[in-house]
């Protein structure tokens, strides 16, 4: 089982920024893909930004000009960079693997690893 852990919510004022970053238990090369997504009080969970083994990124289009998805694969990490936020942005975020189940014949099918979720608040 993939373990993740997530670091750098906190509180911060309209127009601040934030980094969160995701510590995988296996080397991410091994993962199909990294990513993030956020849940506020009676929403639904969104993406908010992802990027696959290749480098290939996919984002929610409200954050596309604000928020930078990152992956250092030494360290085994994944970063959202998040600028300029807005109190829309206000959620908790959980980071998110997509873990191939059999990783010896292929990719897929695959399965999914959260994290449990670090609070973001951004206040008018």
């Known amino acids: 089982q993939v373990q993740l852990v997530e670091s750098g919510g906190g509180l911060v004022q309209a127009g601040g920024s934030l980094r969160l970053s995701c510590a995988a238990s296996?080397?991410?090369?091994?993962?199909?893909?990294m990513g993030w997504y956020r849940q506020a009080p009676g929403k639904q969970r969104e993406l908010v930004a992802s990027?696959?083994?290749?480098?290939?990124?996919n984002y929610k289009d409200s954050v596309k000009d604000r928020f930078v998805i990152s992956r250092d694969n030494a360290k085994k990490t994944v970063t959202l960079e998040m600028n300029n936020l807005k109190p829309e942005d206000t959620a908790v975020y959980y980071c998110?693997?997509?873990?191939?189940?059999?990783?010896?014949?292929?990719?897929?099918?695959?399965?999914?690893?959260w994290g449990q979720g670090t609070q973001v608040t951004v206040s008018a």
């Open positions: 998110n693997a997509r873990v191939p189940i059999n990783p010896s014949l292929s990719r897929l099918p695959e399965n999914d690893s």
């Open positions: 296996i080397s991410i090369f091994r993962l199909n893909a």
């Open positions: 990027i696959a083994w290749d480098g290939n990124t």
